[in-house]
């Protein structure tokens, strides 16, 4: 009879727990919630009066106080209380984000070019009808996206796999837009993620090529690609050293077709993520100090 | 006197009720009553299998959560990470062995033509009635009266198509590249029959180019496109269908227009003694063909997809030449038109598509053969076997498909042979293709992972 008793019991407490959890974490949401008003009464001083008097006890948290510009007086509104099936969810991405040993489409390097369809042939291999020739290009594009591990291999990465690959037909140049994703192991160092309360990956974009004034050569050949992979590392280990935790997790490499016998320049652009308060006025920081090391890196 | 023991006592009584229970139990047994419900064991099944699902979702949730070293030094040992490097084979085919060099009649790469086909799902388990009319299941015959009447009535050694049935031969004839057809004789009698659906599977599979070239891009696509999740390789559907006609109209040589709205039919014709069938001309979605007694009859065919392009809502509502898809006219016995009747929006519009569209095709029909397309039709939403004229006196010697030769509208790939012979040779049409658009080697699709000492 105890034997049935604490099956009983555990299995009601399997049934408890999300009920729990989530009425803990409603919980949270009130304080937050509670948190968020508080900021306003801040903001609003006319108002604070008729607005304390809805703060209760222990669970009100002391507010910033508002200081500087008005831009800099805008109180941090913290981020709301995920739930924890969110949170459970969330570890799992954190933890491929920041595994030496797994790949993830989170750390992507992608490539768009456009190829004629002759470049997809392999040396003195005959043109199929026209009608196989898209299919041609979508089933040997994951070769050609593998031509782009070495230069990986070579900067950031110490193992590259083939993601995804995609191929439409652009009928007024006559050639074939490929896409080409791939994922990494990272080869360098990605820091330690510092838990902590509120704390999630925040990112940051840019345009690696822009503000070059055109000093860059236009092309897309391989030195140029290996240039932008370096600087890419370069900038996320200067993002590591202040912020603890660097990820490249995007970097678009991109060119179109050239216009008759002029190369058009290749554009990069990359999302850097790092591990830290997740509100807006520490991601628009985030932002600023990643395009600010962009210019550095020039 | 015997000291008060408070606990035997319990114990004692607790027996007593257990053997009194039991003593029940076994009458009611002896008595073929059954206590328990097994629909009250099955959901009381039910209910624990719920319960431990909770447990196990909950675990299926934490573990994507937990780190790889971690799952392995767990005590369920779970192989398979799809992020891993020691990935599965890119493309798994069923054990497709080709059969032998016979069964694959053509392979003719170029002739491409016709788009695919529009999709509309062979009947499998068909039913009485359906939204567009009477579905005239073998063994009942499709004929002018609308009477039941059952196949044993007009043939007398039925034999209903299986999965082994192999055609002795089929000779390719080409489409008509034009949108009509020869007209009939002065003293020929058209007759018309229109099935959407065929409901008996023929043994041959017939696929254009281009929709191999789709299938092997499908392949391709989940592959490259889905991070190599999916291996399954797709086939072009290629089915084709088989429908008997009896003919038994002895008053004319009859001029048969055998037509198909959805799906890909081989007719097998046969002829009661004095009927003779002039000429067939035969229209559907993708390929037709024909079985005939005499060489005497003309064969023609037209392919929809050649003059009119798939179909959309309101696309066939215009009167136009070449608009040859074959629409059925609308009856009041359809449930489509009662629904409707009862203020149904969605089968009025459908009502209103038909007819629309029947009108077109009318326009078309009566100018070929100089007669209404409801003129002497058989029509139905699907049938096994259709009867021209009426029941034979004699009944007529049944020719099954099997060992029967046919005439095939050209395509570019046609396989004859059993299901499995078919699906084996099929496959192994569409993986050469995919080997060659790889660029030989089908583990490309999904390169291995590259590694910085494989570079250095």
């Known amino acids: 009879m105890n034997g049935w008793r604490i099956a009983i019991f555990l299995v009601g407490l399997l049934f408890a727990t999300p009920f729990i959890l989530l009425n803990y974490w409603g919980f949270q949401v009130s304080v937050w919630s509670h948190q968020v008003g508080q900021s306003a009464v801040a903001n609003a001083p006319q108002n604070s009066a008729g607005i304390a008097t809805l703060s209760f006890g222990d669970t009100a948290v002391a507010v910033q106080p508002a200081s500087g510009d008005a831009k800099a007086s805008a109180v941090d509104v913290p981020p709301m209380p995920r739930s924890p099936i969110a949170w459970l969810q969330d570890r799992g991405e954190l933890r491929r984000m920041f595994s030496y040993t797994e790949f993830s489409a989170a750390r992507m390097v992608t490539v768009d070019v456009q190829v004629p369809f002759q470049a997809v042939l392999k040396a003195g291999e005959r043109a199929p009808d026209p009608l196989f020739r898209p299919l041609y290009v979508e089933a040997r594009a994951p070769s050609i996206a593998q031509s782009y591990c070495a230069e990986l291999l070579a900067t950031l990465a110490s193992a590259c796999r083939v993601h995804q690959t995609s191929s439409t037909y652009r009928s007024r140049d006559d050639v074939y837009a490929v896409n080409l994703g791939l994922s990494y192991l990272p080869a360098y160092e990605l820091g330690e993620p510092a838990f902590s309360a509120g704390a999630d990956m925040i990112t940051a974009q840019v345009d690696l090529t822009e503000g070059d004034g055109g000093s860059r050569a236009p092309g897309f050949d391989a030195d140029q690609r290996r240039d932008h992979m370096g600087r890419a590392k370069e900038i996320c280990g200067q993002i590591r050293a202040a912020y603890g935790s660097c990820v490249i997790s995007r970097l678009s490499l991109s060119a179109d077709a050239p216009r008759g016998d002029r190369a058009t320049p290749m554009r990069v652009r990359a999302s850097f993520k790092t591990y830290a308060l997740e509100t807006e006025e520490e991601t628009r920081k985030f932002q600023e100090f990643v395009s600010g090391l962009v210019v550095q890196n020039l | ?415 004859l042979g059993d299901a499995d012979t078919r699906r084996a040779e099929a496959q192994a049409q569409h993986l050469e293709l995919l080997t060659r658009a790889a660029g030989g080697d089908i583990a490309m699709l999904r390169p291995a992972v590259q590694n910085r000492g494989d570079t250095q």
């Open chain 2, 1 to 415: 006197m015997r000291p008060h023991d408070g606990k035997a006592d319990f114990q004692d009584r607790i027996r007593r009720i257990e053997e009194k229970a039991q003593a029940r139990r076994a009458e009611a047994e002896e008595a073929g009553y059954v206590p328990r419900s097994s629909t009250g064991a099955a959901r009381r099944r039910g209910i624990w299998l719920a319960i431990l699902s909770v447990p196990v979702l909950g675990g299926l949730l934490t573990f994507g959560a937990v780190s790889a070293p971690e799952k392995f030094d767990l005590s369920f040992n779970i192989a398979a990470d799809a992020d891993t490097e020691d990935l599965p084979e890119v493309v798994k085919p069923a054990s497709a062995t080709p059969s032998g060099p016979g069964s694959a009649l053509s392979a003719l790469l170029g002739g491409v033509g016709a788009v695919p086909l529009s999709g509309h799902p062979a009947q499998a388990s068909p039913k009485r009635e359906s939204q567009t009319g009477r579905v005239w299941a073998s063994p009942t015959v499709l004929n002018d009266s609308r009477a039941a009447v059952a196949i044993s009535e007009i043939v007398e050694d039925y034999v209903a198509p299986g999965p082994a049935d192999m055609l002795a031969e089929a000779r390719l004839f080409d489409k008509s590249p034009v949108c009509w057809f020869k007209s009939p004789e002065p003293g020929q009698k058209v007759v018309s029959v229109n099935l959407e659906q065929a409901l008996h599977p023929a043994p041959v599979t017939a696929f254009n180019t281009v929709e191999m070239v789709e299938a092997v891009t499908r392949t391709v696509e989940r592959v490259t496109r889905k991070n190599g999740q999916e291996t399954e390789l797709h086939l072009a559907a290629g089915d084709v269908r088989v429908v008997d006609v009896f003919v038994t109209d002895s008053s004319a040589p009859i001029y048969l227009v055998l037509q198909s709205l959805a799906a890909n039919i081989i007719w097998n014709i046969h002829t009661a003694g004095d009927a003779t069938v002039a000429h067939a001309a035969l229209v559907g979605p993708g390929v037709s063909g024909i079985i005939v007694d005499s060489d005497q009859t003309k064969v023609e065919a037209m392919v929809i997809s050649d003059f009119v392009g798939s179909h959309r809502f309101g696309a066939d509502d215009t009167i136009r030449d070449c608009m040859i898809r074959p629409w059925r006219k609308p009856r009041p016995e359809w449930q489509a038109w009662q629904k409707a009747e009862r203020g149904n929006q969605l089968m009025t519009n459908q009502i209103e598509s038909y007819a629309k569209g029947y009108a077109a095709y009318d326009a078309w029909f009566t100018r070929v053969f100089g007669t209404s397309a409801a003129a002497g039709t058989l029509s139905a939403q699907g049938a096994s076997h259709v009867l021209v004229g009426p029941i034979p006196d004699t009944k007529l010697s049944y020719r099954p498909i099997s060992g029967a030769e046919a005439q095939i509208v050209r395509t570019d790939h046609v396989i």
